[in-house]
């Protein structure tokens, strides 16, 4: 996901456009799912009236507040620190966290709280790496890059605090009720009796529909908006397509399982600080590989700590 946003970025292409196709197809493909086994789309047997209130409401919603997460992050950037702003959304993982423990009475020790300290650490390693890379590349301690290392085009001068901080601080609430809302389902009764092909669906539904109304808001405000040209349409779709289906099916096979076997092992609060993790040490070699970036002290020390931070939380 991080490498075709920061594609799309540099390129300067509708990232808008973009998450609409890229959620056109999971739907598309939730919807393929559900006509090869219709049987196995909902619980078997039904489930209690409330839990197929809050299931659907949440998965919804899930939708709703990923795309505002990414529409404040879009604005806090625009002025602030990217790294630092991406560090401070991402430490939403701490409400799913709180979720579990204050509301599901998943159990909280010292280790545990030694793990999610030592996660969120690891993101804000993270983002000094990138906050520093971005400085090694203009020149300048006001213009770092992003902390995903895209490569985007640095943000112009920073603005202060008061400007971005709120959008930062939004996009973390933003962040936080996404991941409960898709966390929900795996502690109700029979929630977890959804299968995942019907939650990534739900999910990406909820996004589409955030995205869809977006853009025509935008379009009304920008009177003879131009279509992409043909190119960049291409490119977009193409894109779309493969980070789309990649999306899908790793959600489907491994995010919802996972939420569900942590939650059955008594380490349900853990999903998503664990998924950030994760993703934090899976840009790692990513970067180092593919983008050709200089490791950095602070990224590797991120990673490690991140590591350390998942296996303490998962004990």
């Known amino acids: 996901m991080g490498a075709a946003v920061g594609y799309v970025e540099r390129r300067g292409y509708d990232l808008v456009l ?14 393929a799912g559900w006509l090869a086994a219709p ?18 409401v949440a998965l919804l ?3 709703v507040f990923n795309y505002l997460m990414n529409v404040m992050m879009g604005q806090a950037m625009k ?4 790294a630092i702003v991406w560090a401070i ?30 996660i969120i650490a690891s993101v804000f390693l993270y983002a000094a790496r990138g906050n520093a890379a971005g400085n090694a590349a203009s020149g300048s301690d006001s213009q770092p890059a992003r902390a995903d290392g895209s490569g985007a085009p640095p943000a112009p001068r920073q603005a202060p605090l008061r400007r971005w901080i709120p959008a930062a601080l939004l996009g973390m609430l933003f962040c936080g009720i996404n991941q409960c809302a898709a966390n929900l389902p795996s502690y109700l009764e029979r929630g977890s009796d959804f299968s995942s092909t019907f939650r990534t669906f739900a999910i990406y539904f909820g996004l589409l529909a955030a995205a869809l109304a977006d853009r025509a808001f935008r379009r009304r405000r920008v009177a003879g908006r131009a279509a992409p040209p043909p190119g960049q349409l291409r490119a977009l779709t193409a894109w779309a397509v493969g980070v789309g289906a990649l999306s899908f099916l790793s959600t489907k096979f491994f995010t919802f399982p996972g939420l569900d076997a942590l939650e059955r092992l008594g380490a349900g609060s853990m999903g998503y600080p664990v998924m950030v993790a994760a993703c934090i040490i899976g840009f790692f070699p ?9 490791i950095d002290t602070r990224q590797a020390a991120g990673a490690v700590i991140g590591l350390a931070g998942i296996l303490l939380g998962c004990l």
């Open 89 to 118: 959304i991402q430490s939403g993982l701490v409400y799913p966290f709180l979720m579990g423990s204050l509301v599901f009475g998943v159990p909280t020790g010292p280790r545990r709280l030694c793990g999610i300290a030592l």
């Open 18 to 31: 973009y998450q609409i196709l890229l959620c056109a197809v999971c739907v598309a493909l939730g919807l």
């Open 79 to 82: 002025s602030g620190p990217n």
């Open 39 to 56: 049987g196995a789309f909902f619980p078997e047997g039904g489930a209690p009236a409330l839990t197929w209130a809050l299931v659907i």
């Open 61 to 63: 919603l899930c939708g």
């Open 286 to 294: 990513y970067g180092a590989l593919v983008l050709h970036e200089r």
